[in-house]
């Protein structure tokens, strides 16, 4: 038996249970549950919040998960990635107001920059030889500028439209992501038979969208 988590509600859930059912297994209405076991692959499925599922798999608490690279490699368990998935792509980027002067990266030293990716972000200026103060907040990031409390921002973004509507100017990409599958590192013998069945249907459900 394996156990998979997936996000409970969010921009991962509804393709990493599109993926499950591609990949042939079949479960049970999921709505209003924290788990369900699928009726044809040894299978257990919880539902969890993103940000817990890199912490869960690693201390086996779940065998498996689906998780953005953002928030697996945030959290400090790059190891854990198997396969990548091909979905919820989307970039970790430096933003400022529209209107400030901006030259490279190294116009941020010494600034404030709020971001929820202390970590990421914290070693792509190391890298840079650039030190900031990295306000760490948890949701709504770009209205930082705005409001005072940071020169820029750190975000993820997708199409660009909540900076644009922000009044804010992508600068630099730190940190290009998509959707993994992750494992925990002492799976069972027969749990890496089970792993590699899953990953094999995976790459077949993606070869057959392209
Ligand atoms: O409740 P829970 O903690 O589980 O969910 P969450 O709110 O933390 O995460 P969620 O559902 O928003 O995102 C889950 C994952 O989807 C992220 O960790 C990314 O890997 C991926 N992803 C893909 C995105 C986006 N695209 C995205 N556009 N995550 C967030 N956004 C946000 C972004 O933060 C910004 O506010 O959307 C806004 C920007 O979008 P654009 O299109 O205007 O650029
Ligand atoms: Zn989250």
Redesign the pocket.
């Known amino acids: 038996m394996l156990r998979l988590a997936i996000?409970?509600?969010?921009?991962?859930s509804e393709d990493s249970l599109a993926l499950i059912r591609e990949c042939g297994i079949n479960f049970l209405s999921t709505s209003y549950k924290l788990k369900t076991e699928a009726t044809n692959f040894p299978l257990e499925i919880l539902f969890l919040?993103?940000?817990d599922i890199p912490g869960y798999v690693k201390d086996g608490v779940a065998d498996l998960g689906i998780v953005?690279?953002?928030?697996l490699v945030e959290a400090g368990y790059p190891n854990l990635e198997v396969e990548t998935l091909g979905f919820?792509?989307?970039r970790l980027s430096l933003a400022v107001p529209r209107a400030d002067a901006y030259a490279s990266v190294e116009s941020l030293q010494g600034k404030n920059i709020a971001t929820s990716y202390p970590n990421i972000l914290g070693r792509y200026l190391a890298g840079h030889g650039v030190q900031a103060n990295l306000h760490t907040i948890s949701g709504s990031?770009?209205i930082a500028p705005s409001i005072g409390l940071a020169e820029a921002i750190c975000?993820?973004?997708?199409?660009?439209?909540?900076?644009l509507g922000n009044g804010l100017r992508e600068v630099e990409t730190v940190f290009r992501?998509e959707?993994v599958l992750i494992a925990q590192p002492n799976l069972t013998p027969e749990q890496q038979d089970l792993l590699e069945q899953l990953q094999f249907r995976m790459q077949a459900v993606r070869r057959a969208k392209r």
């Open positions: 996000q409970k509600s969010g921009r991962l919040r993103d940000d953005g690279q953002n928030v919820s792509k989307c990031v770009e975000d993820i973004v997708s199409s660009g439209s909540t900076l992501s959707a």
